[in-house]
T-cell receptor, first 114, second 115 residues
Framework: DQQVKQNSPSLSVQEGRISILNCDYT??????FLWYKKYPAEGPTFLIS?????DKNEDGRFTVFLNKSAKHLSLHIVPSQPGDSAVYFC?????????????FGTGTRLQVTL | NAGVMQNPRHLVRRRGQEARLRCSPM?????VYWYRQLPEEGLKFMVY????????ESGMPKERFSAEFPKEGPSILRIQQVVRGDSAAYFC?????????????FGEGSRLTVL
C-alpha cells in the first residue's frame, strides 16, 4: 500500500527554468510533509517542509505547495540549477504519537540540463 | 564531523551469514531510526529507538532482523542468516526531539550485498 506516491520517476528541465515535482498521498492522517534531496551514494538531506495548517512554504529557490483537499503537494524550484540534479523524495508523517516516522515516496530523478 | 555516522559503508555477505550495521547519531541526538531502500524504491521505515528502548519496530521483518541502541555505543541493526532479498541500502537517521515534525538527519547509508 503506497501511501505516498510520486508518479513521475524522472524529470528533465533546462537550467534557469522552473522544476515542478509532484507528490500525492492517500492517508488523511498525514499532517506534516517534507522534501528530501538525495545524491548518489549519499544519504537524503532535508530540503523543505510544510505543516498541514499551511498551503505554502518558501525557502529561497524552493517552494512547497500543499493542497489538502486534493491530497497533493508539489515542490517548485526556480530557477533550476545543474547542482539541483538529484533524486527528490516526498515524505509525510502523522501525529500518531510516534515521533518522526516518515513515509516516503519512490522518488523523482531531476536532471537539470545546460 | 558531527553528522550521522554509519559503518560499514559497504558490506558483502554470503547467504546464511550475519550482517551488522552500526550507526552513531548526531551529537546531542537521542532518537535513532533505521530505514531500508530496496533498488528502485523509496525508503521504508524499519525501527525507531531511543537509548536502551525500542519505541516502534512496526517496519521490521518478523524474523532475522533485530536492532538495539545501548546506553553506550552506536545503534546496531543486525540481520541474521541473510538472504539475497536483504540486499539493499540501509540508512540510519537521528533527531534531537521526539516530535513527529522533527527533522531527521540521515547518514550516508550502508550498502549490503548478499551473494
Amino acid at each position: 500500500d503506497q501511501q505516498v506516491k510520486q508518479n513521475s520517476p524522472s524529470l528533465s528541465v533546462q537550467e534557469g527554468r522552473i522544476s515542478i515535482l509532484n507528490c500525492d498521498y492517500t492517508n488523511s492522517m498525514f499532517d506534516y510533509f517534507l522534501w528530501y534531496k538525495k545524491y548518489p551514494a549519499e544519504g537524503p538531506t532535508f530540503l523543505i517542509s510544510i505543516s498541514s495548517i499551511k498551503d505554502k512554504n518558501e525557502d529561497g529557490r524552493f517552494t512547497v505547495f500543499l493542497n489538502k483537499s486534493a491530497k497533493h503537494l508539489s515542490l517548485h524550484i526556480v530557477p533550476s540549477q545543474p547542482g539541483d540534479s538529484a533524486v527528490y523524495f516526498c515524505a509525510a508523517s502523522a501525529n500518531t504519537g510516534t515521533a518522526s516516522k516518515l513515509t516516503f515516496g519512490t522518488g523523482t530523478r531531476l536532471q537539470v540540463t545546460l | 564531523n558531527a553528522g550521522v555516522m554509519q559503518n560499514p559503508r559497504h558490506l558483502v555477505r554470503r547467504r546464511g551469514q550475519e550482517a551488522r550495521l552500526r550507526c552513531s547519531p548526531m551529537k546531542g541526538h537521542s532518537h535513532v531510526y533505521w530505514y531500508r531502500q530496496l533498488p528502485e524504491e523509496g525508503l521504508k521505515f524499519m525501527v525507531y529507538l531511543q537509548k536502551e528502548n525500542i519505541i516502534d519496530e512496526s517496519g521490521m521483518p518478523k524474523e532475522r532482523f533485530s536492532a538495539e541502541f545501548p546506553k553506550e555505543g552506536p545503534s546496531i541493526l543486525r540481520i541474521q542468516q541473510v538472504v539475497r532479498g536483504d540486499s539493499a541500502a540501509y540508512f540510519c537517521a537521528s533527531s534531537q526531539q521526539g516530535r513527529h515534525t522533527g527533522e531527521l538527519f540521515f547518514g550516508e547509508g550502508s550498502r549490503l550485498t548478499v551473494l
